[in-house]
């Protein structure tokens, strides 16, 4: 592990991570009565408890125990009529880092953006905004990963000059900024992942209605890294 990563858990109040539908139809069965456990739980208030949540989720994730949180007819009925996630997981569409498997969540639990290599546009800005300010999640997660398609197609394109298809090239101008020119090869471009994890992170955190809610402590704002062959999520510094 180096000195930047650690494994995914509560930062302090100090840490710059921190500051920075169909309805059933009518004729379908009665609802069933609210079980007693997880499913009836009271929804995170605050960052640090969501937090917590991915934690534990991404550890039965590792270690193969996972429940498979939120699946039954009552959750189903009880999101028809609304949705309380309490993370969004703004991640990268890479195949092998769904977040609802990597934290072992359930329906309504996530609110996933996902773009290849977390570059932000406006729609993705939107979608985090509506999250933040419509949905009140008080947890906001950057998820980067090990061996990311996207910034090594940018970290190539940067190496050898030579232009990408047009959308791609969109998203490699975008992660060109994070490139870590100290590191080569593979190392270069895990490097350059984090880095760039972790200003997505930055530029999220400086929108002023983000900012607003992270300054009064309704809001954390956080970098981590997956990774793909031990499946541990540790943040990043």
């Not at 419509?134 to 940018?154: D, F, R, T």
């Not at 490699?172 to 900024?177: C, E, G, L, N, V």
Request: aromatic content about 4%.
């Amino acid at each position: 592990m180096d000195s930047n990563t650690q494994t995914l858990d509560i930062p302090s109040a100090s840490r710059r991570g921190l500051l920075l539908a169909a309805a059933f139809p009518a004729s379908a069965a009665p609802a069933p009565a609210a079980p007693a456990g997880p499913e009836a739980a009271s929804d995170p208030v605050s960052p640090a408890e969501a937090l917590r949540r991915l934690t534990a989720g991404n550890r039965r994730w590792r270690t193969y125990a996972q429940e498979h949180p939120h699946e039954s007819a009552f959750l189903r009925l009880r999101l028809a009529r609304a949705q309380h996630p309490f993370a969004i997981v703004l991640g990268c569409v890479d195949s092998r880092v769904p977040p609802e498997l990597v934290f072992d969540q359930g329906l309504g639990d996530l609110l996933t953006v996902r773009s290849a290599g977390e570059v932000l546009d406006e729609a993705v800005l939107g979608s985090v905004a509506f999250g933040v300010l419509e949905l009140k999640i008080p947890l906001l997660l950057v998820l980067g990963h090990q061996s990311c398609g996207a910034v090594g197609a940018a970290v190539r394109a940067d190496e050898t000059g030579e232009p990408l298809p047009a959308h791609i090239q969109y998203l490699a101008d975008r992660i060109r900024p994070s490139i870590d020119h100290t590191q080569q090869g593979e190392a270069r471009i895990d490097a350059t992942a984090d880095a760039h994890a972790r200003r997505t992170r930055d530029l999220l955190a400086a929108e002023p209605d983000i900012a607003r809610r992270i300054s009064d402590g309704r809001l954390a704002v956080v970098a981590a890294r997956y990774g793909l062959r031990d499946q541990r999520v540790r943040t990043l510094a």
